[in-house]
T-cell receptor, first 112, second 111 residues
Framework: DGGITQSPKYLFRKEGQNVTLSCEQNLNHDAMYWYRQDPGQGLRLIYY???????QKGDIAEGYSVSREKKESFPLTVTSAQKNPTAFYLC???????????FGSGTRLTVV | GENVEQHPSTLSVQEGDSAVIKCTYSDSASNYFPWYKQELGKRPQLIIDIRSNVGEKKDQRIAVTLNKTAKHFSLHITETQPEDSAVYFC??????????FGAGTRLTVKP
């Protein structure tokens, strides 16, 4: 599916729960990213990683955590500290920073 | 850090007309400017990009222009069709730095 796979497509979280969103790519890209998309607000950067075992905070990292143990994988955990997690989450990858992205199909997270 | 502003937020045109979306950026070191198209409920897809050593790039009905001095770039779509209806995002980045997106333009092409 375009070389980058996000799962699940829909996710429901109860109050106080941590949930993990999966992102896997087989494009051999070094850089990976997580964005949050809210209606009318465009894409806001949560975290990004340029190489394995290294990642940087974006503009809205509070309440989120990531890991990059393998080049192919960049999971995002939405913790209970994130007070308004309902949104559409997009993962992307690129050969390096400063190049065009390939996006995953997204995960829609809803708090119930 | 980089800040990208995009205008207009919504744009409605008649089929066959042209559409222009404009973006400005703040970081003079930015050297890569892509445009993405996002249809409802789908992932953004790269439609055209331009690097700072080029002033204009065309791909069929789509073109992008870049003015580095003024720090603005624009997307031009000619002979618009209903399937062009989508949200369009501009972005700016530089090597070894993350990419920042504009807030998006919702384009509606009326048959």
């Amino acid at each position: 599916d375009g070389g980058i796979t996000q799962s699940p497509k829909y996710l429901f979280r109860k109050e106080g729960q941590n949930v993990t969103l999966s992102c896997e790519q087989n494009l051999n890209h070094d850089a990976m990213y997580w964005y949050r998309q809210d209606p009318g607000q465009g894409l806001r950067l949560i975290y990004y990683s340029q190489i394995v075992n290294d990642f940087q905070k974006g503009d809205i990292a509070e309440g989120y955590s990531v890991s990059r143990e393998k080049k192919e994988s960049f999971p995002l955990t939405v913790t209970s500290a994130q007070k308004n997690p309902t949104a559409f989450y997009l993962c992307a990858s690129s050969p390096a920073t400063g190049y065009g992205y390939t996006f995953g199909s997204g995960t829609r997270l809803t708090v119930v | 850090g980089e800040n990208v502003e995009q205008h207009p937020s919504t744009l409605s045109v008649q089929e066959g007309d042209s559409a222009v979306i404009k973006c400005t950026y703040s970081d003079s070191a930015s050297n890569y400017f892509p445009w993405y198209k996002q249809e409802l409920g789908k992932r953004p897809q790269l439609i055209i990009d331009i690097r700072s050593n080029v002033g204009e790039k065309k791909d069929q009905r789509i073109a992008v222009t870049l003015n580095k001095t003024a720090k603005h770039f624009s997307l031009h779509i000619t002979e618009t069709q209903p399937e062009d209806s989508a949200v369009y995002f501009c972005a700016a980045s530089r090597r070894n730095n993350d990419m920042r997106f504009g807030a998006g333009t919702r384009l509606t092409v009326k048959p």
